[in-house]
């Protein structure tokens, strides 16, 4: 699915889910590397019930946020007990040029 505005946006694919784990695979809309690829989960366990799967996901997502000197985040669609609920990535990454420069950034091997 594309997830952006008029400035731009990505395509992105959920490629597995595995014990609470969001796998997602992040590309560039305008020339399509793959910008990241990595496992994701809720950042705040008050949104873990929200009942995301492999059918839905697509419901949920709102877009793709790239720290580079953070983490990456995909945010989603709704709040829980006031609380904006987004994805956070988990370290290491499986691949990708946002995961190439934060490896190179911060020394991880």
């Known amino acids: 699915m594309w997830f952006g505005g ?11 889910i595995k014990d609470g784990k969001y796998r997602f695979k992040i590309y560039r809309d305008w020339d399509g590397v793959l910008e990241f690829d990595a496992d994701f989960i809720y950042k705040d366990s008050d949104c873990t019930g929200i009942g995301m799967s492999k059918k839905n996901w697509a419901n949920y997502v709102l877009s ?21 609920c ?21 020394h991880i091997k």
């Open 6 to 16: 008029c400035d731009g946006g990505y395509w992105i694919l959920l490629s597995d």
């Open 86 to 106: 987004c994805l956070k990535c988990l370290y290491p990454a499986y691949g990708g040029e946002n995961w190439d420069i934060i490896k190179e950034k911060y």
């Open 64 to 84: 793709y946020r790239s720290g580079l000197d953070s983490l990456e985040y995909i945010d989603l669609k709704m709040e829980a007990q006031g609380k904006h």
